[in-house]
Nanobody
Framework: QVQLVESGGGLVQPGGSLRLSCAASGRNFSATNMAWYRRAPGKEREFVAISGYLGTTLYNQAVKGRFTISRDNAKNTLYLQMNSLEPEDTAIYYC?????WGQGTQVTVSS
């Protein structure tokens, strides 16, 4: 059974940085794609970034150049480094692996 636990969210001022983590358990994830999604208040959940198991990455255009997705397969952990945060990045951020979802971590960007 896949379990995903996100952490690292919080309140940050515009221009600030946060690093999200997603600890995965239940199996080995080195051969699976792992992704981040987010849901802003009043909006649908949207794709943020994906880390392919072959080393490829893909980003939502809205975060490209500011966010960096990475993974540590030895720790079964997915990361999202978020820099130059904007109020529009305020959302609950979710980890997605094998069609499973974590509980999310809240990111609030506000002065």
């Amino acid at each position: 059974q896949v379990q995903l636990v996100e952490s690292g969210g919080g309140l940050v001022q515009p221009g600030g940085s946060l690093r999200l983590s997603c600890a995965a358990s239940g199996r080995n994830f080195s051969a699976t794609n792992m992704a981040w999604y987010r849901r802003a208040p009043g909006k649908e959940r949207e794709f943020v970034a994906i880390s392919g198991y072959l080393g490829t990455t893909l980003y939502n255009q809205a975060v490209k150049g500011r966010f960096t997705i990475s993974r540590d397969n030895a720790k079964n952990t997915l990361y999202l480094q978020m820099n130059s945060l904007e109020p529009e990045d305020t959302a609950i951020y979710y980890c997605n692996v094998l069609e499973c979802w974590g509980q999310g971590t809240q990111v609030t960007v506000s002065s």
